[in-house]
T-cell receptor, first 111, second 110 residues
Framework: DAGVIQSPRHEVTEMGQEVTLRCKPISGHDYLFWYRQTMMRGLELLIYFNNNVPIDDSGMPEDRFSAKMPNASFSTLKIQPSEPRDSAVYFC?????????FGPGTRLLVL | QKEVEQNSGPLSVPEGAIASLNCTYSDRGSQSFFWYRQYSGKSPELIMFIYSNGDKEDGRFTAQLNKASQYVSLLIRDSQPSDSATYLCAVASWAQKLVFGQGTRLTINP
């Protein structure tokens, strides 16, 4: 199995632009998580899905952030409009049982 | 008070010695406890998890849990330079989501 796949791996954009991050979980995993990691705040859970249904989005910082999971093999995290403080590494993780497997992350820089 | 607290380090340990990493948590309802390792520029990877009070061993790694003290630790025996990384403690409640500590940066000196 290829593991959790994320794209793009790096994204540089200007303030105000829309950013879409993509994730393909490991086949058969029933949970999908979106995290954000910064030096200041560490690794924070943004939202998670169970069987494609959003369960808890209390970590989404504000309305500029939205996430979807239209099917079991694909999820997106969208930021519109983006701001410099959104610069971070965004990880997607999927889980079956107790083990979460993280994707390689998307390093986002908003100028 | 942060939900999961770790000493940020850096923790420096000579090669071959035992590295001891500590974590405290605030939610007494926490059910599951995890240790992740993260190399610089990489994603976190699970080392081991523990549910019950006491020790759990896996190779050179031992996780220790004391729910009364709300304390989790990770011991790494015979430390190797390849163990140099940031170690993240994570705690899960009934809600299935993990809360991570800030991580402890560990350096093993040859």
């Amino acid at each position: 199995d290829a593991g959790v796949i994320q794209s793009p791996r790096h994204e540089v954009t200007e303030m105000g632009q829309e950013v879409t991050l993509r994730c393909k979980p490991i086949s058969g995993h029933d949970y999908l998580f979106w995290y954000r990691q910064t030096m200041m705040r560490g690794l924070e859970l943004l939202i998670y899905f169970n069987n494609n249904v959003p369960i808890d989005d209390s970590g989404m910082p504000e309305d500029r952030f939205s996430a979807k999971m239209p099917n079991a093999s694909f999820s997106t995290l969208k930021i519109q409009p983006s701001e410099p403080r959104d610069s971070a590494v965004y990880f997607c993780a999927s889980r079956l049982g107790e083990t979460q497997y993280f994707g390689p992350g998307t390093r986002l820089l908003v100028l | 008070q942060k939900e999961v607290e770790q000493n940020s380090g850096p923790l420096s340990v000579p090669e071959g010695a035992i590295a001891s990493l500590n974590c405290t948590y605030s939610d007494r309802g926490s059910q599951s406890f995890f240790w992740y390792r993260q190399y610089s520029g990489k994603s976190p990877e699970l080392i081991m998890f523990i549910y019950s009070n006491g020790d759990k061993e896996d190779g050179r790694f031992t996780a220790q849990l004391n729910k009364a003290s709300q304390y989790v630790s990770l011991l790494i025996r015979d430390s190797q330079p390849s163990d140099s990384a940031t170690y993240l403690c994570a705690v899960a409640s009934w809600a299935q989501k993990l809360v991570f500590g800030q991580g402890t940066r560990l350096t093993i000196n040859p």
